[in-house]
């Protein structure tokens, strides 16, 4: 026969109180302060695995990691996607990958930002550009290194740039990002 714990193990860890104050006596009387306590508050980590999928991007990402900007294109227009559309916005048609890596690019338009999401808040201020390519209809947002953010000029307008990617990908949009060519 099997020997049953009588008692819950203990171990250090996660979340331990010390001292909270409650009153030895329990009569009703004694435990009507309780209503009038402030709430007890917990502060602890949390973590959970999330599986994400880029499902019909994923050749994008997978670009990305080695070192290639791939694109879509309509079989039937020809039109052509800097970012990554499965299928047609017009004929709804699937769309082809095409390599536009050494398709000389432009800047078209570009913004200086002061205060970025809590990833970026320490690389402010940072250059973002939307990029554009030749013989391709859309344009690709990303960042710009190399110049002074607080220089910025209109004279950057039709800069030509190059792509550059990061050594360790992240899978991540930031993956690739452009320089003065």
Not at 64 to 90: C, F, W
Not at 102 to 119: D, L
Request: hydrophobic share 40%; glycine share 6%; with cysteine.
């Amino acid at each position: 026969m099997t020997k049953l714990p009588n008692k819950q193990q203990e171990t250090l860890g996660g979340t331990i109180v010390h001292n909270l104050p409650f009153p030895r006596d329990t009569t009703p009387e004694a435990l009507a302060w309780l209503k009038e306590m402030a709430p007890i508050q917990i502060e602890q980590p949390y973590s959970i695995t999330y599986l994400h999928s880029y499902a019909q991007d994923s050749p994008w990402f997978a670009g990305l990691s080695n070192k290639k900007i791939l694109a879509n294109q309509d079989p039937e227009s020809g039109y052509v996607y800097a970012t990554p559309r499965g299928h047609d916005m017009h004929s709804g048609a699937e769309t082809n990958w095409i390599d536009i890596t050494e398709n000389e690019a432009v800047i078209h338009a570009f913004t200086v930002c002061h205060f970025g999401s809590e990833a970026f808040l320490d690389q402010t201020p940072y250059v973002l550009v939307q990029v554009e390519f030749e013989g391709v209809d859309t344009l690709l947002l990303s960042r710009l290194f190399g110049v002074d953010p607080m220089e910025a000029s209109l004279d950057w307008i039709g800069m030509k740039i190059k792509p550059k990617f990061i050594r360790n990908s992240k899978l991540k949009p930031t993956d690739v990002y452009f320089i003065p060519a």
